[in-house]
T-cell receptor, first 114, second 112 residues
């Protein structure tokens, strides 16, 4: 049981390049999330998916797109990377509903845009 | 005003000290409260959660919620060097969206 896995672990992009961050969970969770974490800013929600086939914007969606490929996988795409997107990206999943709203996080992807 | 405010610290204490970490929130609709712990270069992991005002204990950790003051705390007794991490409060509403709002995190160092 690997939990939440993310690939790649590290990435360096040039401004204007595109890339997709991959996330998969093996806990049969309904909900999945993408966050970015920046110094002094905490965790900020980019997009989330409450269930397979649905996605919604979070606090900071501009410059990103997502795909909920199936129940296990939720990808985040940067179409034209900008230096402001340099950050650590975390994927998370949750079962959905009571009794706990616990979110399980992956190990993160460290992205640098030059 | 931010929905959740958390003093970022950093906080440095000697081993064995009692640590108090705090968050305030502005939206009275928030109904469940969590504390996550994040070690350096790792993802956050859930430490404690509670849905009601009052105290909840788990070993050396106590989570305290005061809904009337919109104030939550995490106390760590007999702190250990292994407790050195960033602690994030996370708050959410029951029903509907299951989004959590996170505090910015407080970085704690426990010195041997």
């Amino acid at each position: 049981n690997a939990g939440v896995t993310q690939t790649p672990k590290f990435q360096v992009l040039k401004t204007g390049q595109s890339m997709t961050l991959q996330c998969a969970q093996d806990m049969n969770h309904n909900s999945m999330y993408w966050y970015r974490q920046d110094p002094g800013m905490g965790l900020r929600l980019i997009y989330y998916s409450a269930s397979e086939g649905t996605t919604d914007k979070g606090e900071v969606p501009n410059g990103y797109n997502v795909s909920r490929l199936n129940k296990r996988e939720f990808s985040l795409r940067l179409e034209s990377a900008a230096p402001s997107q340099t950050s650590v990206y975390f994927c998370a999943s949750s079962e959905g509903g009571r009794p706990t709203y616990e979110q399980y996080f992956g190990p993160g992807t460290r992205l640098t845009v030059t | 005003q931010k929905e959740v405010e958390q003093d970022p610290g950093p906080l440095s204490v000697p081993e064995g000290a009692i640590v108090s970490l705090n968050c305030t929130y502005s939206n009275s609709a928030f109904q469940y409260f969590m504390w996550y712990r994040q070690y350096s270069r790792k993802g956050p992991e859930l430490l404690m959660y509670t849905y009601s005002s009052g105290n909840k204990e788990d070993g050396r950790f106590t989570a305290q919620v005061d809904k009337s003051s919109k104030y939550i705390s995490l106390f760590i007794r007999d702190s250990q060097p292994s407790d050195s991490a960033t602690y994030l409060c996370a708050i959410g509403t029951q029903g509907g969206s299951e989004k959590l709002v996170f505090g910015k995190g407080t970085k704690l160092t426990v010195n041997p």
